[in-house]
């Protein structure tokens, strides 16, 4: 088959749906399949990072379209008007679309929905990218695009709030990269020096919107002798060290180095912090919410993400039963790998192929 797929959300750099198709793609390219990759994506400012790319290994394998076009206007043009994605990518047999334009094609589609936040927690999402959503799910609904979900939790949220079949929903859990392992003594020693770290330390990743839910954590951490330090754009308290964004190659040993990991977020799709910082070796409490029971199962504290006291028990839970811990998310983490992930995409582009 030539498969044509989006990739123009991976120069998002630090987002998941950039880590989740940089992920696939690449296990695609480095997978032994007979099929060829024509990758696409809407870029202007951004077409140097696509183009310096296209000449690095893996993704030289692949044949490349890149429209030169504001994303904005590379959304509108894909998605809104009548011109078959074929005009661009040329001749393909499958189509696998981001989560940012269902495009229009004859071809057979497949999509990824990573989470339904729009809909759960539309103040939390940027006005122009709920608007994308809601336009974009309401289409799908009606459509025969097979969509691949990252979890259990969001095939149960499709079927409940837009009455997808079952059918049309093929679970496949991303995964991890391979750099997220308990890092040494030394990885450690740096990272704590460059970002100015404690011995000891919570750590926690978090923006500034409220689905994170770092302000119950901020109370939580009371009364515990520990410092909570958070990768991301927003800290405060005594307590609290905000480090902003952490370039990727610290946050193993940013992980590694973290006495527990908290991730207590309302809702995610998937959430690949838990996983990476288990990989780490690392104690996690997270929340008993959405897609976080079915992707940590009993190698993490699950808490109520809404009490104060649930999260503070479960630090305390996690503090006194590390080496379980650590040895149950070491386990748990080393299901999910990018080359199964692209394993199962790969049949469901087989399925779609031969049902159309």
């Not at 429209?67 to 990518?89: D, M």
């Not at 589609?109 to 103040?123: E, G, N, R």
């Not at 379980?324 to 080359?339: C, E």
């Amino acid at each position: 088959m030539k498969i044509a797929i989006d990739v123009s959300q991976m120069c998002y750099h630090g987002t998941g749906v950039a880590r989740y198709m940089s992920g696939l793609v690449k296990a695609l390219l480095l997978a032994k399949s007979p099929h060829k990759l024509v990758l696409y994506a809407g870029a202007l400012r951004q077409r140097s990072f696509f183009r310096q790319l296209s000449h690095t290994d893996p993704w030289n394998r692949a044949s490349w379209r890149i429209l030169p076009l504001p994303p904005k206007l590379a959304r509108s043009v894909l998605g809104s008007l009548p011109i078959p994605l074929e005009w661009l990518t040329g001749s393909a047999d499958i189509i696998h679309s981001s989560d940012w334009v269902e495009p229009y094609s004859h071809l057979p589609m497949c999509t990824t929905v990573h989470d339904l936040v729009f809909h759960k927690y539309p103040s939390t999402v940027d006005p122009l990218i709920r608007a994308t959503q809601i336009k974009r799910l309401a289409r799908l609904a009606q459509n025969k695009t097979h969509i691949i979900v990252d979890s259990k939790s969001t095939k149960n949220d499709l079927m409940e709030i837009y009455h997808l079949p079952s059918s049309r929903l093929s679970v496949i859990y991303p995964g991890i990269e391979s750099q997220y392992l308990p890092q040494s003594k030394t990885e450690i020693d740096r990272v704590k020096r460059k970002y100015n770290l404690p011995d000891q330390y919570l750590l926690s990743l978090g923006t500034q919107e409220p689905r994170k839910n770092i302000a119950r954590l901020v109370e939580a951490i009371k009364g515990l002798n520990f410092p909570l330090i958070i990768a991301g754009k927003y800290g405060w308290g005594e307590q609290t060290q905000s480090l902003g964004y952490v370039q990727e190659a610290d946050l193993p040993g940013l992980y590694s180095g973290a006495t527990v990991f908290v991730y207590p977020s309302l809702y995610e799709g998937f959430g690949f912090p838990v996983l990476e910082a288990m990989a780490c070796g690392t104690p996690v409490v997270t929340s008993n919410v959405s897609s976080l029971p079915e992707i940590t199962g009993n190698a993490a504290v699950l808490v109520d993400p809404e009490s104060i006291s649930s999260i503070h028990a479960g630090i305390k839970e996690a503090l006194s039963s590390s080496a379980k811990l650590v040895a149950l998310g070491l386990a748990q983490a080393q299901k999910y790998t990018w080359g199964t992930t692209a394993q199962q995409v790969l049949e469901v582009y087989a399925k779609i192929h031969h049902r159309d």
